[in-house]
């Protein structure tokens, strides 16, 4: 006699007693500069999530962590754009995903203070109608018409005026180089003192009580750049000065009469001492 | 500790045929018609000395695994079992391994390593085994536990055993056999 066995509703798998994963998050800044370092950190969600695993841009890092700090060192052969930065966080029952913009500069800085000046949102109806385009570079152009309509803007009165902001590097834009260790890690790097010059460009209008306007709008930029967390909380950068306004003048900007202020931004950050871009975990 | 902790993978919800997909046999099952689905329900026909086999191949699982199955018969025959299979590993080769929880018609439970010359690792006993009764198997770490819930009852632990011959990921399986003597 044969053996006749029946069976039903199979049922396994993977077991585990882990807590799964229901989210995780990066968080840091969103601006990096060529051989700045720049941190991030990831909270996973719940933190009684156990065993897990977080792999930072594909590349396996950390193990079982709740909260995990990323280095990331752009090096020069990237190009000056977005570039996205992913992370898995994985345990046995569960995995989540996040990823994170960071737009890469020259200077960290430059980004950092486009985004204050693009950005004012204490301005009054009457000042944001005079200002305008907001660029993280100085700007060329080999005619001079095609300059001028790279801040030209239509006023309330349809006519065209020259408004807003360059964000450049001040002549001889080192103000301090030094040799440093950095505290934490003891890395030797290079400490800087980077200068910002922040242009902006306010069409006269004697009507209008235009330097009124533009001297408003200038003193709430500083003040934006004076309270803003990501120059001063020492996080990213090592320190940053008050911002100061060197100059406020009248300026042809072409044949076009203009207030010019000049803002003058120093932040003080570090660098890898030159070299290959170090790894993500070296 | 609760069990199971895992979903159903499979309820053989076909009126006839071959093992459903997801289904591969193993090494073990020579005969390849010994193993099909019958009413909605995984059908072993097993002549003395041979086995049927299968494994579920749709995915491996990472070392800490289980399995249960619901008996929709019992092993009516003298000297046969019925079987759960975890950590399998080359599961259509001779070199099959692994570790296999068998439950026996005449109530003996056990627990071995499968490899060349199967080794019994645990011998304990069930009070009852009837249809609509579940059977569980799980690894975790080195530590192997057989478990038996009545139709109408809960899961319970009946043997437990430690060996640490097979550590990694694998597959998991289902299995009859009719012992020769």
Redesign the interface.
Known sequence: ?????????????????DVPITGVAISGPSNAGINEPLSLSATIAPTTATNVTYAWEGSPLNDGEADVIYERVFGNELAFDSQIISLTASN?VSSASDTHTVAVWDYAARGVIYDIINGLSSLSNTEKAYTGPVYAYKRWTALRPDFLTLFKTTDAASEDTIRGFEITLHNGNIADEQIIFREGDGRGGIQQTILFNIYGYFTWNDSDKSEIIASSIVNQAIYALDRDDRLHDGQQFISAANAQLIAFEPWLFGSTLVHRATIQQAVTTYFYNGGTPLTPDS | MSFPETNILDTFSIDSGPPPTGWLFTYSDVVATATTVSGELLMHIIAGGDTGSIYWSAETFTADQECYITLGSTPIVADSYGALMLRITDPEDETIDGYKARFFNNLDVDIIRISTGDTVLSGESVSSLATGDGIGFRVEGTTLTLFHKPAAGAWAQIAQTTDSSVSGAGYIGVESQLVLE
Not at chain 1, 1 to 17: C, W
Request: hydrophobic content about 35%; aromatic content about 22%; cysteine-free.
């Open positions: 006699m044969g053996l006749i066995n029946y069976f039903d509703n199979f049922g396994g798998g993977a077991y585990t007693s046995p």
